[in-house]
């Protein structure tokens, strides 16, 4: 006996109706899929989070522990005493190495050691500072100072000069260490026999910046040279 077959008829709404249900199971298995890496992805971005925060917590603790250790060190160094500064300087480039204040402490280190006379290490500690410093003219232009005083100790005038007032020190430097740069470079001319070029440096000083206190000893040092001048 021959088996009857049963037509069965689907309708287009049926198809579609079936179409979605396999894009909706389609899509769970898509989730299903990558749900696992989702979550790993967003485990990562939390911990990195975590991570960044904690690294800035640190940072800004380091930077805090390393000011108030420069601030230490300058007021020994204000007081005079040199080796116990000398040895706050160096715990800062030793504990907090990557800070600001380490990086500005390579000036102060230069400087007590030009204190403690040892120009060869000074002259190293303050060109270091003038590379690390270059984004703060106060430091940059104190570095650059000392170089100066360096070479004016060792009788290289030219050379202090030069320091003293490098090229284009007026952006360089700040406002404030500007008259004492064209000061102490004044004075080497004048021990170079250069009178006229140190008349002139103490007359901009006089002129241009009249109202630092250093501008008094600059009108004293341009007439007595101005009156050594009239009697040659």
Known sequence: MAKITKKVRVTKQEI?????????????GFFKTYAKQSVIAGIVIIVLVVMLNSYLTSK??????????????INLIQSGNNQDALIAINDIQTQYWGTSPARES??????????????????????????????????????SHLLGAIY????????AIKYYLPVNYKNKFDKITIPYSMYDAA??????????????????????????????????????????????
């Open 60 to 73: 800004n603790k380091k930077e805090k522990g390393a000011n108030t250790k420069l601030s230490y060190a």
């Open 187 to 232: 004075r080497c001319y004048e021990k170079l026999q250069k009178i006229e070029d140190a008349i002139s440096l103490f007359k901009t000083i006089e002129d241009d910046y009249g109202d630092y206190k250093i501008a008094v000893e600059a009108n004293r040092k341009r007439m007595y040279l101005e009156a050594l001048l009239s009697q040659i």
């Open 106 to 143: 390579f000036y102060y280190k230069a400087l007590i050691e030009y204190n403690m006379h040892q120009y060869d290490k000074a002259e190293e500690n303050a060109r270091r500072s003038l590379k690390n410093n270059k984004g703060n003219k106060f430091l940059y232009a104190s570095s």
């Open 152 to 159: 004016e100790q060792n009788r290289k005038y030219e050379e």
């Open 16 to 28: 579609k109706h079936d179409n979605i249900q396999d894009r909706i199971i389609e899509s769970f």
